[in-house]
């Protein structure tokens, strides 16, 4: 949790969060972009990133190395892989 990695991830994952949750709300809730309540919406987006981030905090801790607790394509690229089976049938 105390690695530039992990906030970089984190990071990545907060912007990501807050764009897709203040796209849910815009179509959600409005029919054009002058009936947006943009406060409200803004508002979830922040609330959605603020829980990305304490999200990625509380389960540093837990599983591989990470923001996350499932393994990423980055983290399954590194993970040695197993010898082929030898023998015959």
Do not use: C, H, Y
């Not at 943009?38 to 922040?46: D, E, F, P």
């Not at 990305?52 to 923001?67: C, E, M, S, Y």
Request: without cysteine; proline residues 6%.
């Amino acid at each position: 949790m105390f690695t530039a990695d992990f906030w970089k991830a984190t990071a990545e994952r907060a912007v990501r969060t807050f764009a897709q949750s203040l796209v849910a709300v815009l179509t959600a809730g409005a029919t054009n972009l002058f009936d947006v309540d943009w406060q409200a919406a803004l508002a979830t987006a922040g609330l959605a990133t603020f829980l990305a981030v304490l999200t990625a905090i509380g389960a540093a801790k837990a599983g591989r190395p990470g923001p996350g607790l499932t393994e990423t394509t980055e983290r399954a690229a590194i993970a040695p892989t197993p010898a082929p089976a030898t023998g015959t049938s």
